[in-house]
């Protein structure tokens, strides 16, 4: 069963890089059958989707969120990692790592599991 | 960006009782509609998608439906474990959430 783990500071100063990693087990993050993604939840509750890469290293990112964001494979240690710069604090929020579905049987395009998620919190 | 807008915002039932949420789409979103499911302190669990299909392990008490703009997520006899909160999510332009509903023990 595969299992998503964020990693990464918990405090970031306004107008530094928020970086993060999500560990994968259970699953390669090489296999076509999936593409890999960021998500945050707002300390109000919402939900907002940051962008995707694909098993080949392509990827999406949200056009608001473009400017700013970076995400990257590393297949020796199965994982894959955002970068966010210019971070303010409208970036404080719970950062999830989530799993995409490409191929049956998994669901096509829809994000399925999550990580636990890791709160990072912008502040001076 | 397509706007979800879900209601109501919060839903008061008892165990038993049959709970039905909806979500609104500014536009179209054929049938590319999720559901999931948020407890306290818990990431995100999918729930259904493509409207109507049912995500692995998920009882047959859930079940979606709808179309175009308007999509209902119906839980047929509340358990005690489904109390919790509810997005919807489309993947017609971008990617786009609800707002949320939360559904609370009366």
């Known amino acids: 069963q595969v299992q998503l783990q964020e990693s990464g500071p918990g405090l970031v100063k306004p107008s530094q890089t928020l970086s993060l990693t999500c560990a994968v087990s259970?699953?390669?993050?090489?296999?076509?059958?999936?593409?890999w993604s960021w998500i945050r939840q707002y300390p109000g509750k919402g939900l907002e989707w940051i962008g995707y890469?694909?098993?080949?290293?392509?990827?999406y990112y949200k056009p608001s969120l473009a400017s700013r964001v970076t995400m990257s494979l590393d297949t020796s240690k199965n994982q894959f990692s955002l970068n966010l710069s210019s971070v303010t604090a409208a970036d404080t929020a719970v950062y999830y790592c989530?799993?995409?579905?490409?191929?049956?049987?998994?669901?096509?395009?829809?994000?399925?599991?999550w990580g636990q998620g890791t709160l990072v919190t912008v502040s001076s | 960006e397509i706007v979800l807008t879900q209601s109501p915002a919060t839903l008061s039932l008892s165990p038993g009782e049959r709970a039905t949420l909806s979500c609104r789409a500014s536009?179209?979103?054929?049938?590319?509609l999720a559901w999931y499911q948020q407890k306290p302190g818990q990431a995100p669990r999918l729930l259904i998608y493509d409207t109507s299909t049912r995500a692995t392990g998920v009882p047959a008490r859930f079940s979606g439906s709808g179309s175009g703009t308007d999509f209902t997520l119906t839980i047929s006899s509340l358990e005690p474990e489904d109390f919790a909160v509810y997005y919807c999510q489309q993947r017609t332009n971008s990617l786009s959430f609800g707002g949320g509903t939360k559904v609370e023990i009366k």
């Open positions: 259970g699953d390669s993050i090489s296999s076509d059958g999936y593409y």
């Open positions: 989530v799993r995409g579905g490409l191929l049956p049987p998994a669901p096509i395009n829809w994000f399925d599991p």
């Open positions: 536009q179209s979103v054929t049938s590319y």
């Open positions: 890469i694909y098993y080949s290293g392509s990827t």
